[in-house]
Structures are given as C-alpha cells and as structure tokens.
C-alpha cells in the first residue's frame, strides 16, 4: 500500500479562506523585563523587595487586581488570521470582580481603623456578674430588714420578759391612771361567803407618799429591807355599807433576788399571820371609813409580789367603829367552815378579794398576765 501520508498540526493548517471577521485586540503582555535581566526576574526576592511599598500601601487593590499575564513566551502563539482558542469545555470565563476601593488613610499614610461601636470592647460577661451581684445585694438587704422588722415586732405580740416586766412594775404607779389600779367599782361575782357576790364602791384615795407613820412599827421594820418608793392606798365601802377596806400598794427598791428573799421570809416566819404587822387603815374624814381605826381592824392579807417590785396589802373592818377583840388573817377567815365574826361577816373575803384585784392591775399595767388568785405570804 502507499505510505499515509504525514499528519499535519491544527495550528499549521491555514483556516479556510472567508470573509475577514472582527479584529481580535491584542492580549496585554508582561512589562518589559529590564536589560540584561532574565525574564524570571519577577520571581525573585530582589522584585518583591523593590515593589514592597507599594504591596504595603494598597494591600486590598493588589488583592483585587487581576493576576498578572504571563510572559509573553509562555503564550501560545496563535497563526495570522486564526481563530483563539476556545476556553476548555465546562469552565465558562469568569467575570472580572469589581474593583474594591481602598481603606481610608490617615494622615500618616497608615490606613485607618475603622471606629467600633462603643462597649464592643467589654466582655458581655462583666456586665451579668455585676447585675447579678446587685441582685443578691438586694435580696440579702431586702431579707436583712424584714427579719430585722420580724424580730423587732415579736416581744410586742407576746409578753414581755421578766425582767422587763419587772422594770415596768417599778414605774407602773405613775405611768398608769388611779382608776386602773384602784377601780372605782369592783364586782365580786361569787366572792363573799357561800360563794355569795359582792360589790366594793372606792370612797376615798389618799395622795401618794412614802411610807412614813403608814405602818406600825414592826410591820415597817419587816418591809424596810425591800425599801419604799412610794405607797398608793384607797379605801372601799361594801355595797351593804358595813363593811369598810383599806387597800395599799408600796413600790419597792429591791430587785427581783430582794422580793423573793422577802417572800420567804414573810412565808416561813410566818409574818402575814401575826397581829402585831397588821396594815394600818387610811380612813379620811367625813367618809363613811372616818371611825376605821386600829382597834377596829378586823381581817388583813399582805401580798409580797416575786415578779414586780410591789408589796401588796389589805385590811378591813366594821364601817360603824365597833372594835374587834380577835382580829384574823383573810386566809383563816375564808376557810370553809370559819365562824369568826371576821368569817361570818364576810370582812375575810373582803381583805382577800380586793387584794387579788390590785396585784391583777399591777401585773396587767406591767404587761404580763394577772393571777386569778395570789396566796398571801
């Protein structure tokens, strides 16, 4: 057979004759290298150190800017008249990306920084902490004060201590009015003999004092250790108008060890029995107790109170002057069974009710609960 004969290029072939079609613009090439440089110039480190200031200056246009051609040798030559070659299949031309502007400079020529928002420089942490230690600073105050408010408004609710009941009965016959601690009118329901009722109506108050000449003199030497700072007394008449009773309330010095020494030794020596420390009566003229003296005293109780400075007393008698031989404690006169003319005429229960209902007003005035009944020392 005779030889094929020989393949020839695509680009050596001449295109087929044809109308002439648009002047294809000439591909930019590479700046000219300089004499007697090689064209590999540009990938040394002398280039970039010639052109570092201006990388420096405008760092974002360089970046934008297209990459450089290549050399000029690398490029494939295309024949007069030809065609360029189509870009390979799949990988459409891309546009070129637009020019970004440069970063404003300041007046050193260094760009500038673009001004933050104020507080992005905080740590968002810093805030919440504080937030959240005022938060507990409150509520520990918040609390503080509401038990501070809690424990100061509950000795109010209940009563008071002991010794602040003490203190309060040491100022009670002047901070509380005469008609609290000696009513004008007491009921008695069931007090008198056979459990019958009485009613005490006051005649008389004498003016408060000390307790000069309102004793005999055993009965003040027996108190003299408790000291006096003032004696209030009032006198009562029974609703029948037989029977009169002198009340009296001696505030003492003594501290809450005192009082209870003095009543106990008003309580086994047996004081309130003996009838030589009889109280002596207030009987004012021109009341119906005028003729309420010594030899008419008939029935008596003394009452030294342990939980306030007071001593408390009663004695009572025949409102018509008559004497009586055998005087008798208010403790013997109401015995079931007692036939004493104290007893029976009721002068016993007198003594003793009217001093249960003064030592009550004295504790109630001091704050604390009155006993029903109070034994006598």
Same mark, same amino acid.
């Given at each position: 057979?005779?030889? #094929?004969?020989?393949?020839?290029?695509?680009?050596?072939?001449?295109?087929?004759?044809?109308?002439?079609?648009?002047?294809?613009?000439?591909?930019?090439?590479?700046?000219?290298?300089?004499?007697?440089?090689?064209?590999?110039?540009?990938?040394?480190?002398?280039?970039?150190?010639?052109?570092?200031?201006?990388?420096?200056?405008?760092?974002?246009?360089?970046?934008?800017?297209?990459? #450089?051609?290549?050399?000029?040798?690398?490029?494939?030559?295309?024949?007069?008249?030809?065609?360029?070659?189509?870009?390979?299949?799949?990988?459409?031309?891309?546009?070129?990306?637009?020019?970004?502007? /440069?970063?404003?400079?300041?007046?050193?020529?260094?760009?500038?920084?673009? /001004?933050?928002?104020?507080?992005?420089?905080?740590?968002?942490?810093?805030?919440?902490?504080?937030?959240?230690?005022?938060?507990?600073?409150?509520?520990?105050?918040?609390?503080?004060?509401?038990?501070?408010?809690?424990?100061?408004?509950?000795?109010?609710?209940?009563?008071?201590?002991?010794?602040?009941?003490? #203190?309060?009965?040491?100022?009670?016959?002047?901070?509380?009015?005469?008609?609290?601690?000696?009513?004008?009118?007491?009921?008695?329901?069931?007090?008198?003999?056979?459990? #019958?009722?009485?009613?005490?109506?006051?005649?008389?108050?004498?003016?408060?004092?000390?307790?000069?000449?309102?004793?005999?003199?055993?009965?003040?030497?027996?108190?003299?250790?408790?000291?006096? *700072?003032?004696?209030?007394?009032?006198?009562?008449?029974?609703?029948?108008?037989?029977?009169?009773?002198? *009340?009296?309330?001696?505030?003492?010095?003594?501290?809450?060890?005192?009082?209870?020494?003095?009543?106990?030794?008003?309580?086994?020596?047996?004081?309130?029995?003996?009838?030589?420390?009889?109280?002596?009566?207030?009987?004012?003229?021109?009341?119906?107790?005028?003729?309420?003296?010594?030899?008419?005293?008939?029935?008596?109780?003394?009452?030294?109170?342990?939980?306030?400075?007071? *001593?408390?007393?009663?004695?009572?008698?025949?409102?018509?002057?008559?004497?009586?031989?055998?005087?008798?404690?208010?403790?013997?006169?109401?015995?079931?069974?007692?036939?004493?003319?104290?007893?029976?005429?009721?002068?016993?229960?007198?003594?003793?009710?009217?001093?249960?209902?003064?030592?009550?007003?004295?504790?109630?005035?001091?704050?604390? /609960?009155?006993?029903?009944?109070?034994?006598?020392?």
């Amino acid at each position: 057979m005779p030889p #094929a004969p020989p393949a020839q290029h695509p680009a050596a072939t001449a295109p087929p004759p044809g109308p002439a079609g648009p002047a294809v613009p000439p591909r930019p090439t590479a700046p000219p290298t300089p004499p007697g440089r090689p064209a590999a110039f540009r990938d040394t480190a002398a280039y970039h150190l010639a052109h570092s200031q201006d990388r420096w200056h405008e760092p974002t246009e360089r970046a934008a800017a297209p990459p #450089a051609p290549e050399p000029a040798s690398a490029t494939p030559s295309v024949a007069p008249g030809s065609r360029p070659p189509a870009p390979a299949a799949g990988h459409p031309p891309r546009p070129p990306r637009p020019r970004t502007p /440069p970063p404003p400079q300041a007046a050193g020529g260094a760009p500038a920084t673009p /001004p933050q928002p104020a507080g992005t420089g905080r740590r968002p942490g810093a805030r919440m902490i504080t937030a959240a230690a005022c938060l507990v600073l409150g509520i520990g105050l918040l609390g503080g004060a509401a038990a501070g408010s809690w424990l100061t408004a509950a000795p109010a609710d209940g009563p008071p201590s002991r010794e602040a009941a003490f #203190a309060n009965g040491r100022d009670a016959w002047h901070n509380t009015p005469v008609d609290t601690l000696f009513p004008r009118t007491v009921e008695g329901l069931g007090t008198g003999p056979g459990g #019958a009722d009485r009613t005490w109506s006051r005649i008389a108050v004498a003016p408060d004092g000390g307790c000069t000449d309102a004793y005999d003199p055993r009965l003040a030497q027996a108190l003299a250790r408790a000291g006096c *700072v003032r004696l209030l007394r009032a006198t009562y008449l029974d609703a029948t108008r037989t029977n009169v009773i002198t *009340v009296g309330a001696q505030t003492t010095a003594a501290d809450l060890a005192g009082m209870l020494a003095l009543n106990t030794r008003f309580s086994t020596q047996n004081l309130g029995h003996r009838t030589d420390l009889i109280p002596l009566p207030y009987a004012p003229k021109g009341t119906p107790a005028e003729r309420f003296g010594p030899a008419q005293r008939a029935s008596w109780t003394v009452r030294v109170l342990t939980d306030l400075p007071v *001593v408390v007393y009663a004695v009572s008698g025949f409102a018509d002057g008559r004497t009586v031989p055998a005087p008798q404690p208010a403790e013997a006169a109401t015995r079931a069974g007692a036939t004493t003319a104290p007893a029976e005429s009721g002068l016993g229960h007198d003594a003793k009710d009217l001093a249960d209902r003064v030592a009550a007003a004295f504790r109630a005035a001091s704050g604390i /609960p009155a006993k029903s009944t109070e034994s006598p020392a």
